[in-house]
């Protein structure tokens, strides 16, 4: 009855003149939704004395008719704005056929941020610059999308995000900057198309095959840290992913997880300034119940991923725009053909989940420098390797969870590409990227099921003080970041 109920409301809305399908302004659509509303809790009083009347015939306590005025308790006849919300979803495919399947969605973050920095210049003075001063600022960050799923393979979306078309690992605006209530870019952070074949789906050891293209969310962010992927980074190309399932027991459960990237990074008419990026990626993860005897699992998993940039190097030197990707790796760097092994291990205290990770990272293409260039103390260039540690407890997911993280991290200069990994470890320059050492650690704690506070500090100095790598000058930076995030 109720799915009835639901679906002649969505009917009457979508036949009838007098309430529009399509709204000409927020406030029509607002409206729309209100009368819509009001007729499914006139209709929800409707189906409550009818339950009411059957209920009394049932228990034989009342044989006669109720009266017409016969009062309705509250609870029965109120429609709260969940179940108004829920039966939209549920039932609007069935009227409007083109929006079955899909889901639109999105957040905004307002952001506190403070930067103080620990090193030899003078602030207020002649050797102070603009790069390592004391600075507070506001920044917010909108994103917002749509997905379609036609329920036969395919699906289709893109999302619209706050931030700049010259810088790949943020999407964050800056109140005030550039002055006097200007207004703030939006651009498309996501725009792609994937393949979900149903015959694949839980056949043999198959449980689950996808091929997407266009720009999309990293598929390689799951099994990485920010020592290799900023998580902003938005990859423009191909990619795979395939979920098998060698073993299925009701205690234990190994499951191998498969990506391959194909990335387009740079191209243009220019001669031999093309450049492409080659993922390969497997994690192999064992969940199992067999550990103590407790009513929840430990995950054990190990990741090995390898990241192939044929062309970088000489599109970056040769690269003519404002902004230069090479950013924090040396000027002699080689090649990057980078391997990441992660190992992590979940398990939980008291229904709290407790996650322990560590990364290893290596750049097998760099070479080196020259004896000479060591002679002179530059030996920045010979700096190819990263790691780093972790612990995070919780996991803020819905009202009155919460979650604290840790991180250490040693990034060589030319471990990994500096354009893509982590954008807010540290730096002049209020940017990270490579060539850094430092702590990353915060406090999250969800309010609501849809608003998150959530505090991030990091303490970070350059490995190597060098003029010859760009940001790495100067010492310890303190920066905390203090937001307030909200999904919609």
Same mark, same amino acid.
């Given at each position: ?55 009394? =015939? ?197 499951? =191998? ?10 191209e243009n008419a220019a001669v031999d300034t093309d450049a492409e990026m ?180 990091? =303490?970070?100095?350059? =490995? ?25």
């Amino acid at each position: 009855m109720r799915r009835v109920l639901w679906l002649a409301a969505l009917a009457a809305l979508a036949l009838t003149q007098t309430v529009p399908l399509f709204a000409d302004s927020p406030g029509d659509v607002m409206s729309t939704l209100e009368s819509m509303k009001q007729q499914m809790t006139k209709m929800q009083e409707t189906i409550d004395r009818q339950n009411l009347r059957i209920q009394q =015939l049932e228990s034989h306590k009342v044989l006669e008719t109720p009266q017409a005025n016969t009062p309705v308790q509250p609870s029965q006849a109120t429609m709260s704005d969940a179940d108004f919300q829920k039966g939209i979803k549920d039932n609007i495919g069935e009227v409007i056929p083109w929006m079955k399947g899909t889901k639109f969605g999105g957040d905004f973050r307002l952001r506190m941020e403070n930067f103080s920095f620990y090193d030899k210049n003078d602030d207020a003075g002649s050797t102070g610059t603009a790069n390592d001063r004391a600075r507070n600022r506001t920044r917010i960050r909108l994103r917002w999308g749509f997905e379609k799923d036609y329920g036969d393979d395919w699906k289709v979306g893109f999302r619209l995000a706050t931030g700049s078309t010259t810088d790949q690992t943020g999407t964050n605006q800056t109140l005030g900057n550039s002055g006097y209530f200007n207004f703030k870019t939006f651009n498309i952070e996501r725009a792609y198309a994937g393949y979900s074949p149903n015959g694949l789906k839980d056949r043999g050891v198959f449980k689950g095959v996808t091929i997407g293209g266009g720009k999309f969310e990293n598929p390689f962010l799951r099994y990485s840290t920010p020592i290799v992927w900023d998580s902003d980074v938005t990859p423009e190309g191909i990619y795979e992913k395939a979920t098998l399932q060698f073993v299925s027991t009701e205690d234990t459960k190994v499951n =191998l997880y498969t990506t391959l990237g194909q990335f387009i990074l740079n191209e243009n008419a220019a001669v031999d300034t093309d450049a492409e990026m080659y993922g390969y990626q497997g994690a192999l993860n064992v969940s199992t119940y067999s550990f103590g005897g407790g009513d929840m699992p430990v995950d054990i998993t190990g990741a090995i991923s390898y990241y192939d940039y044929p062309g970088w190097y000489q599109t970056v030197v040769n690269n003519t725009a404002s902004t230069s990707y090479l950013r924090t790796n040396s000027l002699s760097a080689d090649d990057f053909r980078v391997v990441d092994f992660y190992p992590e291990v979940q398990f939980y205290v008291k229904h709290t989940p407790v996650t322990l990770w560590v990364d290893y990272v290596q750049n097998v293409a760099n070479v080196g420098t020259t004896d000479t260039a060591q002679s002179l103390g530059n030996d920045i260039h010979d700096k190819n390797e990263a790691w780093g540690i972790g612990l995070k407890i919780g996991k803020a997911k819905k009202k009155g969870d919460w979650e604290t993280f840790y991180g250490y991290y040693v990034i060589g200069a030319n471990a990994v590409v500096a354009a893509f990994n982590d954008s807010d470890f540290g730096g002049p320059g209020y940017a990270g990227y490579t060539n850094r050492i430092g702590h990353k650690f915060g406090l999250g704690y969800q309010l609501t099921d849809n608003i998150l506070f959530n505090w991030t500090g990091y =303490l970070v100095r350059p =490995l190597d003080p060098s003029s010859i790598v760009a940001s790495s000058t100067n010492e310890d930076v303190f920066r905390s970041q203090l937001d307030m995030g909200y999904k919609f």
